[in-house]
């Protein structure tokens, strides 16, 4: 795991795997070593990332590289997605403080 990625090593893919990742330009690192799955699992569903897509992850969990949780998209609404989960983080971690503050003062 790479910051909540799944990174495959090139002895943990299959040969088809390597091949499709190879013809894609998915390796990475100084080494050309690994391959981030969530982006194998994207040009397995849609045969290729168009330059100046993302991945992203519907569901926001990063790790969960399954076809129907992965779609494309441009690297402003992977921006906007990230900042809508952070914005609704802030307004249920704010609620919960308030209910806690609450119970504490009727206790």
Same mark, same amino acid.
């Given at each position: 795991? &790479? =910051? =909540?990625?799944?990174? @495959?090593?090139?002895?943990?893919?299959?040969?088809?795997?390597?091949? /499709?990742?190879?013809?894609?330009? @998915?390796?990475? =690192?100084?080494?050309?070593?690994? +391959?981030?799955?969530?982006? @194998?699992?994207?040009?397995?569903?849609? =045969?290729?990332? $168009? $330059?100046?897509? +993302?991945?992203?992850?519907? %569901?926001?969990?990063?790790?969960? %590289?399954? $076809?129907? &949780? /992965?779609?494309?998209?441009?690297?402003?609404? %992977?921006?906007?997605?990230? %900042?809508?989960?952070?914005?609704?983080?802030?307004?249920?971690?704010?609620?919960? /403080?308030?209910?806690?503050?609450? @119970?504490?003062?009727?206790?």
């Amino acid at each position: 795991m &790479n =910051g =909540g990625y799944v990174m @495959l090593s090139r002895s943990a893919m299959t040969d088809d795997d390597i091949a /499709l990742s190879e013809a894609h330009g @998915l390796f990475r =690192g100084t080494k050309k070593s690994f +391959v981030r799955e969530h982006h @194998l699992a994207a040009v397995k569903k849609y =045969g290729c990332i $168009p $330059p100046g897509h +993302v991945v992203r992850h519907i %569901n926001g969990i990063k790790s969960d %590289n399954s $076809p129907g &949780n /992965l779609i494309l998209g441009t690297t402003q609404e %992977n921006t906007m997605d990230h %900042n809508t989960a952070r914005l609704a983080a802030m307004m249920w971690r704010s609620r919960h /403080l308030e209910l806690v503050m609450m @119970l504490i003062g009727a206790a």
